[in-house]
Nanobody
Framework: QVQLVESGGGLVQAGGSLRLSCAAS????????MGWYRQAPGKQRELVAA????????QYADSVKGRFTISRDNAKNTVYLQMNSLKPEDTAVYYCAAGSGPPFRFTSWGQGTQLTVSS
């Protein structure tokens, strides 16, 4: 069973940066595609960024292109989301996900970490 544990969320001012981490266990991490989703209050969960398992192919939501970067360290079983130029509309709970792809399909989820961006 895959376990995903996110960390790194918090409160940051608009224009600031933050890096989220997700540690995976119980899976052949290097074989999984990994992703980051977010869900803001009253909104549907959306895919923010995803990365394939090898020769990394990445995919981003239009709203974060050029500001967020997804990366992975297979030796540490960890995926990261570097977030720069943060905006108040980035405020959400961010979830790590594991699955396959592209096309990306995610079947395991972490518990989420809160990001709040103040204006």
């Amino acid at each position: 069973q895959v376990q995903l544990v996110e960390s790194g969320g918090g409160l940051v001012q608009a224009g600031g940066s933050l890096r989220l981490s997700c540690a995976a266990s119980g899976t052949m991490f290097s074989m999984n595609a990994m992703g980051w989703y977010r869900q803001a209050p009253g909104k549907q969960r959306e895919l923010v960024a995803a990365i394939s398992n090898g020769a990394p192919y990445t995919q981003y939501a239009d709203s974060v292109k050029g500001r967020f970067t997804i990366s992975r360290d297979n030796a540490k079983n960890t995926v990261y989301l570097q977030m720069n130029s943060l905006k108040p509309e980035d405020t959400a709970v961010y979830y790590c996900a594991a699955g396959s792809g592209p096309p990306f399909r995610f079947t395991s989820w972490g518990q989420g970490t809160q990001l709040t961006v103040s204006s």
